[in-house]
């Protein structure tokens, strides 16, 4: 009997670090549901990157991907310093040699560790870098703090100058901003945008309906997040700024029948992975922020093949697109463009993930919001 | 209040929109938010990617603007002084 079809994998989230010099009250790999970070190594060994890389070129010959994408990540990719980035980026460079397959090759971090070394090595190699942060200092120092509970802001807008400046500007990505719903939008909007970054996403929090979004605690069709998100979207349109908002871009092409720009929103097959230090493979990682262990899949690169962990019931589930979704979702006029919401938010312990999202009035009144904000500015121009 | 602006959005079929009808739009973060999705064939995204590729929510790599991953670099990097060699990977065992 052939083989049943799978979507191959695009993007490859390497964990490369396991531990972070910060302690973000909100983390879902250290302050949610989940604690198996401690028995991870700190950092990826070169075995488990060779082993990575390895099987991602076999998975992408055997799909004909002509391009592939692998972002460095945490904990905080940049723990491990320069040399390990270097003998990660080496290892993979050696192991994609003579592939057809393209790789774009980037890193999420909280860029408190960047330094000029640092940078011209990205320089050189072609790897780009995101940083996250949640707004202006009074915004950020709530929730991005060290382990001794201090704000990060000033150490990162230190490190901010020299990546958003010439000549490191140009492995500069963005920002990932979390929305805090109590915080002013427009400032918070307005202070991203004031660094220029090619690219901002503003991300709902890792909450869900047994651990509720703050401010929707004791009503869920209250939509604190989306109200947040329409005076922000306001503000990107009023500055003219070139700036991509991920979440916002999203929506417009969706609300044109396009594919989303990120597995979040939207109803197409998810072609991610993640790899963690050790080896072992994940579908969603921040599944952590749900229940211990809810992003195991006991898969790991050693043993499995990609092609396998594309077969798994927890992969393809994320592949059924709106057949796998809540029925209140099917029955609902956004789903296409919503696609349910974000796998974590639609979790509670007596249903599991046959919820709509717990952020569903939020994701309903940013989307009506865009729709009618587009159809008004259609009905300005001139005939 | 807000399931009738929902429902209106089925109304409003924003699938058939074309270049020529946002080529007048007055704001230019809209428009150049439009002219993106509208124009695809010449979106970076599009032809940088052979799948319609699911982007991970935890990072804003942006793959529209990054450059390729530069492989020949990698005989440089085995020169390093300190590099330890790589280890073969085991056996496959399934």
Known sequence: MPAEPIVPFHTYLWKIASRCNLNCTYCYVYNRGDSRWRRQPKFMTDEVAYQTATRMREHCEAHEKESASIIFHGGEPLLGGLDHLMRLAGIIAEVFADSETKLTVGMQSNGLLFTPEIGDFMRRAGISVGVSIDGPPEVNDRNRVDHAGRGSSNELERRLRLLTEEPYREVFDGFLCVIDPTTDPVRTTDYLLGFDPPGIDFLLPLDNHDRRPPGKEDDLDAAPYGDWLVRAFDRWIETGTQTRVRIFNSIIGLLCGRASLVESLGLEAIDLVVVETNGEIEAVDSLKAVFEGASELGYNVFDHPFDLVARHAGVKARQLGVDSLAQACRECPVVDLCGGGYLPHRYSAERGFDNPSVYSSDLKRLITHIAETIQRELAAVPA | ?94
């Open chain 2, 1 to 94: 209040m807000a399931s009738e602006r929902v429902n209106a959005l089925n109304e409003l079929d924003l699938t058939k929109l074309t270049l020529e009808d946002i080529r007048g739009l007055k704001n230019p973060v809209l428009r150049e938010a439009l002219e993106r999705v509208l124009g695809d064939p010449g979106d970076a995204v599009a032809s940088h990617q052979n799948t319609t590729s699911s982007h991970s929510r935890h990072s804003n790599h942006n793959t529209s603007s990054a450059q390729l991953f530069e492989l020949e670099f990698a005989e440089r990097l085995g020169s390093l002084p300190g590099r330890a060699p790589i280890d073969p990977p085991r056996p496959q065992m399934d």
